[in-house]
């Protein structure tokens, strides 16, 4: 009996001499003691009733603000708010036409115009620009440097290679196919308005999606507002078809031609008008920064957005999208790393950035703001959580986006050291990377990924892909359930920190591979990737 403390006590000298040794494993071990009630406090709070689904400049957004805030300081961290300004744009009434026939609005036509003025009247020139499209990586330019400032752009939606098999990336969406691209290159372009065509296989949704996002607030920052673009919308086809019958031009025939190499915009021969109403305000939202300071002065950014879609007081019963998922669970992976490192109090190579953001839904903006305001030569990577499962234990692993970069290697070497599998996301072709927080540092030059246990669980169900797909996602359903086993989150915090500690050991910087698959905002960063030629830089 007598043994038994000595051999305890050098068991425990043994377990602390290895764990220091090789860095990760006390770190992992303060992940697994993270309790159900730990990981669940954060979602409960986030995606409560009276945070009102947390929309950035509401009460409940400011709330999630201000505990984020307190959550850090409660770890022990240094934490600051980052202020930001956003305007936003109601459209209380809009009436259009196009060659003197009437659009309806709602029906028809759908935007927003994004100038402070109450009211608003607009005309410009009709311009058909195929896919809207100017891109070097598929050697692509619909614009063929035709003077379209003051134009009124009408433009397909998604990308050449949905049509025509063997250019672009064949039916995978890239990111020129999405319709926020074609919006920054219509403002790049000069023009005053732009529409894009709607029809459902191209969209991926139909009409009343379109109808029914277009409906309430837009918000932006007002950088991305600085352009001649007044005017962004869309207008259905079978309308837009009409139109042009009766100027006897045939939409297939202009469709034929955006399919080639040498398109060139074609003047569609009649003007279109667009005059309305619009609510304007600016409002107050804030990002919230938590540092720990490493010795070489770069930084990992751990991220997660805070907000979600708000309330709908136009809606009977349930009015509050609560975002218990999307994305009180990928909050809580983000605190939970927070806390294990706070917790652990060692000192670092690379400083770890904690930074939940505001504005995402309302696309990204609290990220993009920050990406804005950083020397991004001082971060090396940005690792986001999103929509974080909740589930039992998965026994994969999935990093959308680390496949751009020498992350992808990394993170395999991490998931096989704890047991899981790295594959691929099976929702990865509907361009979920450039749907995230993560983006705007990829875009920015920064190798980014969205980390997450993976979708498949032990029992064999997908819960991640029923979410998404047909499920809570983005609807009032998306609610805490206190039955979650919130395994494939702990399983999250730990992928996240298994990645760090290899940061910090290797000393690392991740690098992309070749040049990624959408345009770099900021040119890229001294040593990496040469592709300066290529890049498309934000004046
Ligand atoms: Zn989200």
């Not at 400083?351 to 971060?379: H, M, P």
């Not at 809570?472 to 086993?485: I, R, S």
Request: hydrophobic letters at 40%; one cysteine or more.
């Amino acid at each position: 009996m007598k043994r038994y403390p000595i051999l305890f006590l050098s068991l425990a000298l043994l377990a602390a001499g290895t764990g220091a040794a090789t860095g990760g494993d006390s770190l992992q071990k303060r992940c697994d003691r993270l309790g159900k009630g730990q990981l669940q406090s954060v979602i409960e709070f986030l995606s409560a009733d009276a945070l009102e689904g947390r929309a950035p400049g509401t009460r409940g957004g400011e709330l999630a603000e201000n505990y984020l805030h307190a959550l850090f300081k409660e770890f022990g961290l240094q934490s600051r708010f980052q202020p930001f300004t956003l305007h936003g744009f109601r459209l209380e009434a809009l009436r259009a036409s196009a060659g003197g026939r009437h659009l309806a609005f709602g029906e028809e036509i759908v935007g927003s115009h994004v100038r402070p003025d109450r009211e608003f009247c607009l005309e410009g020139d009709a311009v058909f620009v195929g896919f809207g499209i100017r891109t070097t990586l598929w050697k692509w330019d619909d614009y063929k440097k035709a003077d379209l400032r003051g134009k009124v752009l009408v433009v397909r939606v998604n990308d050449p290679g949905q049509f025509a098999p063997g250019i672009f990336d064949g039916n995978a969406l890239t990111y020129f196919g999405r319709w926020t691209c074609k919006i920054a290159e219509a403002a790049r372009a000069g023009a005053r308005a732009i529409l894009l065509i709607h029809t459902t296989p191209s969209a991926g949704y139909d009409w009343n999606v379109v109808r029914n996002s277009w409906s309430g607030e837009e918000l932006y920052l007002p950088a991305d507002l600085d352009n001649g673009l007044e005017f962004r919308g869309w207008v259905r086809e079978e309308s837009l078809r009409s139109l042009l019958a009766a100027r006897r031009l045939d939409l297939d025939r202009l469709y034929a031609r955006s399919l080639r190499r040498d398109f060139r915009p074609v003047d569609l021969g009649f003007k279109v008008r667009i005059s309305g109403r619009n609510a304007f305000r600016t409002l107050a939202a804030r990002n919230v920064i938590a540092e720990l300071p490493g010795r070489s002065g770069k930084s990992i950014v751990v991220s997660a957005h805070i907000d979600h879609l708000g309330r709908d007081e136009r809606r009977a019963g349930d009015q509050i999208f609560n975002g218990a998922i999307d994305n009180g669970a990928a909050v809580a992976a983000m605190a939970m790393v927070a806390k294990v490192y706070a917790e652990a109090g060692r000192e670092l190579h690379y400083g770890l950035t904690f930074l939940a953001c505001q504005a995402e839904e309302a696309g990204l903006l609290g990220a993009k703001y920050f990406v804005s305001r950083a020397d991004r030569r001082t971060i090396v990577t940005n690792i986001n959580f999103e929509s974080t499962p909740v589930w039992e234990e998965s026994p994969d692993m999935f990093a959308e986006g680390a496949q751009y970069s020498t992350l992808e290697g990394m993170l395999r070497q991490v998931a096989a050291a704890q047991g899981l599998n790295y594959a691929p996301f099976s929702m990865s072709d509907q361009g979920l990377f450039f749907r995230s927080d993560q983006f705007p540092f990829a875009q920015a030059g920064i190798p980014a990924t969205w980390l997450s246990a993976g979708e498949k669980t032990a029992s064999g169900r997908n819960r991640l892909a029923e979410f998404f797909q047909g499920g809570a996602y983005h609807t009032v359903d998306d609610e805490f359930d206190p039955a979650w086993e919130l395994q494939g989150l702990r399983q999250t915090v730990k992928l996240a920190v298994g990645l760090i500690e290899h940061l910090q050991k290797t000393r690392a910087v991740p690098l992309w591979k070749g040049r990624p698959p959408f345009p770099l905002t900021g040119g890229p960063l001294p040593g990496e990737v040469d592709s300066g030629r290529d890049l498309w830089y934000k004046k």
